[in-house]
């Protein structure tokens, strides 16, 4: 059975960083095009970023330029590398791995305040 547990949120300053984690189980990450959302307080799930199982990447525009997502294959793992973080990137952010079918982790909570 797929599973997606998120990793590596929590309270930061803006301007800091943090390093998100989707540890895959189940499936393998290099197969599925990997994503992250994130979902705010009284607004929609929004796309964040994804790698192609082919290992194209794409953002979306807030996330250009201060988000990097990864893959590493060995240990069937995605990241979220987040610089420059601003309180509009509290959130939380949730893994979805899609194939056939459609996998979401249960998010990881982060919180960008003073």
């Known amino acids: 059975q797929a599973k997606l547990v998120e990793s590596g949120g929590g309270l930061v300053q803006p301007g800091g960083s943090l390093n998100l984690s989707c540890a895959a189980s189940g499936i393998s990450v290099s197969e599925h095009t990997m994503g992250w959302f994130r979902q705010a307080p009284g607004k929609e799930r929004e796309f964040v970023a994804q790698?192609?199982?082919?290992?194209?990447?794409f953002y979306n525009h807030p996330a250009k330029g201060r988000f990097t997502i990864s893959r590493d294959d060995a240990k069937n793992t995605v990241y979220l590398q987040m610089t420059s973080l601003k309180p509009d990137d509290t959130a939380v952010y949730y893994c979805?791995?899609?194939?056939?079918?459609?996998?979401w982790g249960q998010g990881t909570q982060v919180t960008v305040s003073s």
């Open positions: 979805k791995a899609t194939w056939f079918q459609s996998y």
């Open positions: 790698v192609s199982s082919v290992g194209s990447l």
